[in-house]
């Protein structure tokens, strides 16, 4: 059956996304204490890279090193691949129960 194939491709899929991140991107810029600094002139420092996400129902920002910028984006873009995989199976699962076939569920 052509839709069962297609949730199995997806739920193999989902074992892939190991790098998931959940959260939202911030970049922030910023100046610094020194009087004479260039920041101060108009050219802060930054961008620092923040990740923002839920820790036990409050907002946490947590700092992105440079390095590891690529990685924490990839992990954002599991994230979505996730939610569309996710909100597919459940599609994919509704149809077959309409079609009453449930030893495919």
């Known amino acids: ?10 739920l193999t899929e ?5 790098g998931l991140l959940r959260g939202s991107w911030v970049e922030r810029y910023s100046t610094c204490s020194r009087a004479e600094c260039r920041c101060h002139r108009g050219e802060r420092h930054g961008p620092r890279r923040y990740l923002v996400v839920n820790e036990f129902g409050r907002q ?3 700092y992105v090193p440079n390095s590891y910028v ?15 995989i996710v909100g ?9 129960m309409k079609e009453e076939d449930h030893e495919a569920l």
Do not use: C, F
């Open 1 to 10: 059956m052509k839709l069962i194939d297609e949730r199995s491709q997806l």
């Open 14 to 18: 989902l074992g892939t996304l190991s």
């Open 60 to 62: 946490r920002q947590k």
């Open 70 to 84: 690529e990685a924490a984006r990839e992990g954002m873009d599991q994230y979505r691949r996730l939610q569309e």
């Open 88 to 96: 597919r199976i459940t599609e994919i699962n509704l149809s077959l």
